[in-house]
């Protein structure tokens, strides 16, 4: 740290006394460059490479496939900001410190400029499969769900398309054949994956249904691709955990592992309301938290989303410190597994790791 000259003004202040430096990693969350939980950022794919971090936080500042409400290109800000706790983190839940277990980086967010969709799904499909390639499981904060298609395209084209499974909290099912014409709208994205091939409907499985749609057309569609899933009348009746569980092992179903999307709108618009399409009578905030350290810790993780948070619509960021927990639930479940001894990377095919393994 820079010392004070003998004589000036800010000695004779009383400035010029040692003070400690802190790390940035201790510093808290409103200094500094804005990075998931002031973790390392290392956005640079051949620092990826070398580095081989554990877990990768990933940015799609994307909204410009709303069909409602914008500002969800603001979410992958607001999630790095939303919280207080710094430093090395101890999960009460969970009895770990997940950033003392892993090693977790910051790798930015992909390339988007605004009012080009196709090229920003491009730059999302090359930003998760770079990060993908280097063996870190991605963790992505959205932006709107289109965002997912790109995303879970990049994790199925390294690890091969057909398997992996979804499982994906919303309250709406994103399986619509188009929004007012526009094929990639954020209404869609799950139909998309499932018709090119990147996901086989059997293994595709939604959590959270509920609300007034259009039509009932959108269901027969999910039932021709042998897709499953659970309204949010099922979890009233049976209750959380039995539907997760059921939801696991149906995603699972002939798949090596699971690409976890949560829309922040499967939760209520009180536990949630900055989000671009509210649905009251929603999922708690624990009831989601618990549901994602049940899965992280029973399944393979391949990737992971947290989407539409837009946060013009939440002035006290609740929406965005659910979705922050969403992100270190994942993380804790994660560095659980390493402690009981398991491989949380992936190697992909052709590495030296994977020709070793």
């Not at 710094?86 to 400029?113: C, H, W």
Request: hydrophobic share 45%.
């Amino acid at each position: 740290m820079a010392q004070l000259p003998s004589e000036s003004i800010g000695r004779s202040n009383g400035w010029g006394r040692d003070y400690d430096a802190f790390a940035e990693f201790e510093l808290p969350m409103y200094v500094g460059m804005p990075t998931y939980a002031r973790l390392p950022q290392v956005s640079d794919a051949g620092a990826l490479a070398r580095r081989r971090p554990d877990v990768a936080i990933v940015g799609a500042p994307l909204d410009d496939a709303v069909s409602h409400r914008p500002g969800a290109r603001f979410g992958p800000r607001a999630i790095r900001e939303a919280t207080y706790t710094t430093g090395s983190l101890y999960s009460l839940q969970l009895d770990v410190q997940p950033f003392e277990v892993l090693d977790v980086v910051d790798a930015g967010d992909a390339n988007i400029v605004p009012a080009w969709l196709e090229r920003g799904h491009a730059m999302i499909y090359r930003k998760i499969r770079e990060v993908a390639a280097s063996g870190a499981i991605p963790i992505v904060l959205g932006g709107d769900h289109s965002i997912t298609w790109p995303s879970a395209t990049a994790i199925a084209d390294l690890r091969a398309p057909g398997s992996i499974g979804i499982v994906h909290f919303d309250a709406h099912a994103d399986t619509a054949a188009e929004d007012w014409g526009v094929l990639a709208g954020h209404g869609t994205p799950m139909r998309r994956l499932i018709e090119s091939g990147a996901v086989r409907g059997r293994n595709f499985v939604q959590v959270g249904l509920r609300g007034y749609w259009p039509g009932p057309e959108v269901f027969a569609w999910m039932r021709e691709q042998g897709m499953r899933w659970h309204r949010m009348r099922e979890i009233e009746e049976r209750g959380a955990d039995a539907v997760v569980d059921d939801a696991i092992a149906e995603a699972l179903d002939g798949s090596a592992a699971i690409y976890l999307s949560v829309d922040i709108d499967v939760l209520d618009p009180g536990m949630a309301p900055g989000t671009g399409t509210p649905e009251p009578g929603g999922l708690l905030t624990r009831e989601l938290l618990r549901a994602i350290r049940r899965i992280v810790g029973s399944v393979r993780l391949a990737a992971m989303d947290v989407v539409e948070v837009s946060p013009p619509y939440d002035h006290a960021e609740v929406t965005a410190m659910a979705a922050h927990r969403c992100v270190l639930e994942a993380i804790s479940a994660l560095a659980v597994r390493r402690l009981a001894g398991e491989t949380i990377r992936f190697e992909p095919v052709g590495s030296s790791e994977a020709q070793s393994a």
